[in-house]
């Protein structure tokens, strides 16, 4: 079993940044990916960021070049840097971990951008 528990989300205005935390507790050794995901309300979650390896690195085209994904394996935590962020960004962000033939989830963080 992994556990998942985010950190982070919050109201910001558009262009501003924000940082989330994806702490792993549990069977961390088992983990093979981890990833972000987000959902806004009447969507699909979507995917946002994923990291294999701590280095391969995968992003949706809405946040290239605007988000960074990164895994800190000392501190079983895994982040998402969201710079220039616009209101379109706004959306519950959930934390995934990858193990063979699992998925896990965290509970998710509201990020809110609106002036």
Avoid: H
Avoid at 18 to 26: E, I, K, N, P, T
Avoid at 75 to 81: E, R, S, V
Avoid at 86 to 103: F, H, L, Q, W
Avoid at 109 to 115: A, K, L, M, R
């Amino acid at each position: 079993q992994v556990q998942l528990v985010e950190s982070g989300g919050g109201m910001v205005q558009p262009g501003g940044s924000l940082r989330l935390s994806c702490a792993a507790s549990g069977s961390i050794f088992s983990i093979r990916g981890m990833g972000w995901y987000r959902q806004a309300p009447g969507k699909q979650r979507e995917l946002v960021a994923t990291i294999v390896s701590d280095s391969i690195t995968n992003y949706a085209d809405s946040v290239k070049g605007r988000f960074t994904i990164s895994r800190d394996n000392t501190k079983n935590t895994a982040y998402l840097q969201m710079n220039s962020l616009k209101p379109e960004d706004t959306a519950v962000y959930y934390c995934n971990a990858i193990t063979m033939g699992r998925s896990f989830w965290g509970q998710g963080t509201q990020v809110t951008v609106s002036s």
